[in-house]
Nanobody, 126 residues
Framework: VQLQASGGGLVQAGESLRLSCAAS????????LGWFRRAPGKEREMIAT????????RYSHSVTGRSTISMNNANDMMFLQMDDLKPEDTAVYYC????????????????????WGQGTQVTVSS
């Protein structure tokens, strides 16, 4: 299973970005998905996850109210819409997939993710 994240870039504070994650095969059925980020000098942070049914989502406090995770099973795509971006959102963003979870469970930080995409850089200027 290969995942590829895209959509990062350089934006100003207050602007929006939509990140995309594409799978190499029909991955999203039976896999919960998530977005993570790693800022310079900081540990990796889980910021949003979605159940493989698409019916359950979970967000970190740092992005709640400003971000929306979604998926399109028809073409194996996942998205992260980020609004009102802040300089502290600057990081490399990764998408990942976790197998073996129940249908309507959006993973929390205790769940291991088995497949990872390469990162996409998001830089927010003040």
């Amino acid at each position: 299973v290969q995942l590829q994240a895209s959509g990062g870039g350089l934006v100003q504070a207050g602007e929006s970005l939509r990140l995309s994650c594409a799978a190499s095969e029909r991955t999203f059925r039976d896999y919960a998905l998530g977005w993570f980020r790693r800022a310079p000098g900081k540990e990796r942070e889980m910021i949003a996850t979605i159940s493989w049914s698409g019916d359950a989502t979970r967000y970190s406090h740092s992005v709640t109210g400003r971000s929306t995770i979604s998926m399109n099973n028809a073409n194996d795509m996942m998205f992260l819409q980020m609004d009102d971006l802040k300089p502290e959102d600057t990081a490399v963003y990764y998408c990942a997939a976790a197998r073996g979870l129940v249908r309507d469970y959006a993973p929390d930080i205790s769940v291991p993710f088995h497949y990872w995409g390469q990162g996409t850089q998001v830089t927010v200027s003040s």
